[in-house]
């Protein structure tokens, strides 16, 4: 088992900057890999980022290449988003999650745990 809780949303103005946190419980976390997710008013919760159970691979969509960047501490059982450049496009609840398999995953239904979520608003 895995539990998962996220912080680190908040309002920010175009351009700005925000890191989000996710800390993790449970033995698994530093076998599994982890990913980001976000889900905006009305839309489909869609994959943001992902990495692998060492850090030594990621992954991210197109639209947050470049800007944003997934990071993770198995020692301190974290996994980061890293977040700038920030857009109004980029408003959404910021979701936490963890695969059983070790790799990346960019689907929902590959991921075994969830948080609960965190909002970003980018304000223009």
């Known amino acids: 088992q895995v539990q998962l809780v996220e912080s680190g949303g908040g309002l920010v103005q175009a351009g700005g900057s925000l890191r989000l946190s996710c800390a993790a419980s449970?033995?698994?976390?530093?076998?599994?890999?982890m990913g980001w997710f976000r889900q905006a008013p009305g839309k489909e919760r869609d994959f943001v980022a992902a990495?692998?159970?060492?850090?030594?691979?990621?992954y991210y969509t197109d639209s947050v290449k470049g800007r944003f960047t997934i990071s993770r501490d198995n020692a301190k059982n974290t996994v980061y988003l890293q977040m700038n450049s920030l857009k109004p496009e980029d408003t959404a609840v910021y979701y936490c999650?963890?695969?059983?398999?070790?790799?990346?995953?960019?689907?929902?239904?590959?991921?075994?745990?969830w948080g609960q979520g965190t909002q970003v608003t980018v304000s223009s």
């Open positions: 449970g033995r698994t976390f530093s076998s599994s890999a």
């Open positions: 990495i692998t159970w060492n850090g030594g691979s990621t």
């Open positions: 999650a963890a695969s059983i398999s070790p790799f990346i995953r960019r689907v929902n239904n590959d991921y075994n745990y």
